[in-house]
Structure formats: C-alpha cells, structure tokens
C-alpha cells in the first residue's frame, strides 16, 4: 500500500546504483521512436549535487576504493569518474526487450580487444557497423550483444535484433523518440534533472495488480533534480480521462493521509509523506516532492549504518 511513497527511496537506491553508472540530458534522438518505457541517468549533473557528493564520496571509501581500482586497472576506465550518463529503454517489459546506451569516456579499443578474448566471442557487421557477441561465465547459455557506436557511446543489450535498431536509431535509419510522440514528462525535464524516466502503461504488461495508483494510469513519468540543496521529484500519472483521474488523486490522497496518521511509521516516511504534495488538472495527476538534500543524504547513511537497503522501511 505504500507504493507511492515508496517511489521516493526507491529512485535514490536506483540513483545508488546507475552512478557507480550529461549535462546536456536526455537526448531522445537517440531513442525508438517505438520505445514504451524510457531512464535516463545524467550523471555528470548528479556528481555535481549535494546528493552526488555523498554518493561519490562512497564509491571512494578504503573500502570501495580497491575495487574500482582492479576494475580500471582491467577495462581503463573509472566507473566513478568516467561514466557521463546511461539511457535505457524497452519496446516490452523485461531486460531482454531493452537497450543500454552508455555514454562515456572509453578507450573503446582496449573494450574491443577484452571483448575479443572471450571463449564465445562473435560478431557481425550490421551495415558499417560491427556488432559484438559473448558469452559471459556468470551468464552460462546467454549472450549479450554491444556494438561502438562512437568512442562515448557503446549500445548494449541481450537481444540482437534490438541493438541492431538501436544502432539504426542512431545512425539515422530508423524513427527516433524526437521524430515522433514522445512519452509524457520527457520534454519537461530541467537542465538540473539527473534522473527521468517515462512509461506507456497501456503498453506495460503484467503490472503489479498491488499497484492501484499505477494501473489506472495510461503513462507516468518521474524524474528528479536538485535546486538550492533541495530534492526536487515530480510524478506525473497521466489518466484515460478526467473522472479517472480524480479517482487516482483520491487513492494517493488515501496512502499518503494513512501513512502520516501511523504512529508505528519509520520516521523517514512521514517526512517523505510530509513533503508530498499532490495535485490535479483534468486527467492528469501530479505529485510534487521537495525535501531537503541533506535529510536524504542523512536517509541513506543511517540506511547504511543499519545494512538496510534504501528501498527497505
């Protein structure tokens, strides 16, 4: 029942996870034309936000320090440092129906030669492209595709035939997102945005029928940026028509009103609830968060104090 409040903590754990993944944003150009759901982690505009300097400041501990050094010692890049942003998007649900566009600062020769020494290593050319396979040992029987679009910009994924669209996406032979209808919030998002993402409900299969707000919705987007060391989360959940949508705002009403009148409630989801703040404009339901930084980044320290993941209350 908490699903809406949850939304909150479990985009700061996806941010957690996607930075230890520009500027410029979101670049639909580079997205299907054919995409239902869509994520874009800027991560060059996290690093520079109170929230992104904690987060950094993680990934350099004694701890984690050792590690990422082996991992730029083997592939000659620094995951905390190098990493400028990461686009995926699906045309269904599930890993295999998605694509991963990783823009950053690669010696995509030596990505190249690794590659090449795989056991089960392939490839292909797609046009004036060349499309590399493998297998990899932790995924036994099950090969993962990628292809060097430019020296910033690598396309990966588990389906051959969607890195092949990917690439024609972006090389101009095929539809992209900014030629057609783009999902909702997507054209909206602020030169601070550091995470957006969009979905075509009506496209998404098997959704979570616990997932009430959700599932009335034909599409809902959220993102997240940070303006004068404050959080800033907008959820935009777009309904079939007017009446729906006062039935959606009535149900996030409820689940917010419950969870602020639980006295039980861990003290971090009633100042998520408190800072919640709902609204409604014909078949469009918004729900605005604006929360101090400093209390998220305090959030997720005493989340790591207790070994909690962030998403856990």
């Known amino acids: 029942m908490m699903k809406l409040i949850r939304i909150v903590p479990a985009a700061i754990l996806l941010t957690v996870a996607v930075q230890t993944v520009s500027a410029a944003g979101l670049d639909t150009g580079?997205?299907?034309?054919?995409?239902?759901?869509?994520?874009?982690?800027?991560?060059?505009?996290?690093?520079?936000?109170?929230?992104?300097?904690?987060?950094?400041?993680?990934?350099?501990?004694?701890?984690?320090?050792?590690?990422f050094d082996a991992m730029k010692a083997i592939f000659k890049f620094d995951l905390r440092t190098d990493l400028k942003s990461v686009t995926l998007y699906g045309k269904g649900k599930g890993k295999e129906e998605g694509v991963a566009l990783f823009s950053a600062r690669f010696d995509t020769d030596h990505?190249?030669?690794?590659?090449?020494?795989?056991?089960?290593y392939a490839s292909q050319m797609h046009g004036a492209r060349t499309i590399h396979s493998w297998i990899d040992e932790k995924k036994p029987g099950k090969r993962t595709y990628g292809c060097v679009v430019k020296d910033d910009l690598i396309v990966l994924g588990d389906a051959e035939r969607l890195v092949k669209d990917a690439v024609d996406v972006i090389d101009?032979?095929?539809?992209?997102?900014?030629n057609a209808e783009s999902l909702p919030g997507l054209a909206d998002a602020a030169k601070s945005t550091f995470f957006i993402g969009s979905a075509d409900m009506s496209q998404m299969p098997d959704i979570d029928p616990k997932a009430a707000v959700l599932k009335q919705n034909k599409a809902v987007s959220l993102s997240f940026s940070e303006e004068g060391g404050r959080l800033k989360g907008t959820l935009r959940m777009v309904a079939k028509d007017a009446e729906t949508a006062t039935a959606v705002y009535s149900i996030a009403q409820g689940l917010i009103s419950l969870v602020s009148l639980n006295e039980d409630a861990d003290q971090w989801i009633l100042a998520m609830a408190s800072a919640l703040k709902l609204g409604v404009n014909?078949?469009?339901?918004?729900?605005?968060?604006?929360?101090?930084?400093?209390?998220?980044?305090?959030?997720?320290?005493?989340?790591?104090?207790?070994k909690k993941p962030a998403s856990e209350f």
């Open 172 to 178: 101009g032979r095929a539809e992209n997102m900014s």
């Open 111 to 120: 990505l190249v030669t690794l590659v090449k020494a795989n056991e089960h």
């Open 282 to 306: 014909d078949n469009e339901v918004s729900v605005l968060l604006d929360y101090p930084a400093a209390d998220a980044i305090r959030f997720l320290q005493e989340r790591k104090k207790l």
């Open 30 to 67: 580079q997205v299907s034309a054919n995409a239902i759901w869509v994520a874009h982690m800027d991560s060059d505009t996290l690093r520079g936000t109170e929230l992104g300097g904690y987060i950094t400041s993680q990934m350099s501990t004694e701890e984690a320090n050792p590690k």
